[in-house]
T-cell receptor, first 112, second 114 residues
Framework: QKEVEQNSGPLSVPEGAIASLNCTYS??????FFWYRQYSGKSPELIMF????GDKEDGRFTAQLNKASQYVSLLIRDSQPSDSATYLC????????????FGKGTLLTVNP | GAVVSQHPSRVICKSGTSVKIECRSL??????MFWYRQFPKKSLMLMAT?????????EQGVEKDKFLINHASLTLSTLTVTSAHPEDSSFYIC??????????FGQGTRLTVV
C-alpha cells in the first residue's frame, strides 16, 4: 500500500513567519512530488513540484526533497493570512501515468 | 498553468436520478484524466483513471456500474453518477494531464442528492 503521510495540523503561525509543512512517503520508487493548496470548498491548485533531491525555490515557496529519507517539505516564507489553507502533498509513482497519491493535508492558519 | 474546466460546479438532484459531470482540458490535450471524490475535511480519494479511447481503470471499492466514466476525446471526460443516493453527495474533482505537463485540477463539482 503506497502511503503519503502528513501532520493534519492545524499549524498556526504569525503573519510574516516561516511556515514549515512536512510529508513522508512509503514508496521508494516515487519520482515526482507535488504540493497543492486547497481553500475550503475549492479544488486544489498546484503550488510547486520537485523531482530532484535538494531545494527548489519559487517566490516565497521552497520545496525540499530528500529521497533517501523519503521526505518532502514545503517552506512558506513571509506567511500571509491569504496563505491560510489546507496544503496537500502528492506523490507520483514511477511510470508516465501521472497517478498521484495524496496525503490527508495539513491545515495552515496564518494569524494577522 | 493549464486550464481544466469542470461543469457543473454545483448540482442538486433527486435520489434515483443520474447526474453527469464534465471535465474539459481547454488548452492542452489530456491523454489521462483522473476523477477524485473528497469528503469534508478529508483528502482526495482517487476513483478512477481514464485514458482517451480506452476503458477507465477503477480503484478498489469504486463501483464501475454506478460511476460511469467516458473519455471519448483528448479534451473531454465525463463522470455519470447513476441512480444517485444521498450517500453519493460529495465533492467530485477531475484532473487532467498529458505526457508533458503536470496534472491540473478542475474547479470541482459539489453534488447534493436529496
Amino acid at each position: 500500500q503506497k502511503e503519503v503521510e502528513q501532520n493534519s495540523g492545524p499549524l498556526s503561525v504569525p503573519e510574516g513567519a516561516i511556515a514549515s509543512l512536512n510529508c513522508t512517503y512509503s514508496d521508494r520508487g516515487s519520482q515526482s512530488f507535488f504540493w497543492y493548496r486547497q481553500y475550503s470548498g475549492k479544488s486544489p491548485e498546484l503550488i510547486m513540484f520537485i523531482y530532484s533531491n535538494g531545494d527548489k525555490e519559487d517566490g516565497r515557496f521552497t520545496a525540499q526533497l530528500n529521497k533517501a529519507s523519503q521526505y518532502v517539505s514545503l517552506l512558506i516564507r513571509d506567511s500571509q493570512p491569504s496563505d491560510s489553507a489546507t496544503y496537500l502533498c502528492a506523490v507520483m509513482s514511477g511510470g508516465s501515468n501521472y497517478k498521484l497519491t495524496f496525503g490527508k493535508g495539513t491545515l495552515l492558519t496564518v494569524n494577522p | 498553468g493549464a486550464v481544466v474546466s469542470q461543469h457543473p460546479s454545483r448540482v442538486i438532484c433527486k435520489s434515483g436520478t443520474s447526474v453527469k459531470i464534465e471535465c474539459r482540458s481547454l488548452d492542452f490535450q489530456a491523454t489521462t484524466m483522473f476523477w477524485y471524490r473528497q469528503f469534508p475535511k478529508k483528502s482526495l480519494m482517487l476513483m478512477a483513471t481514464s485514458n482517451e479511447g480506452s476503458k477507465a481503470t477503477y480503484e478498489q471499492g469504486v463501483e464501475k456500474d454506478k460511476f460511469l466514466i467516458n473519455h471519448a476525446s483528448l479534451t473531454l471526460s465525463t463522470l455519470t453518477v447513476t441512480s444517485a443516493h444521498p450517500e453519493d453527495s460529495s465533492f467530485y474533482i477531475c484532473s487532467a494531464a498529458d505526457r508533458d505537463t503536470e496534472a491540473f485540477f478542475g474547479q470541482g463539482t459539489r453534488l447534493t442528492v436529496v
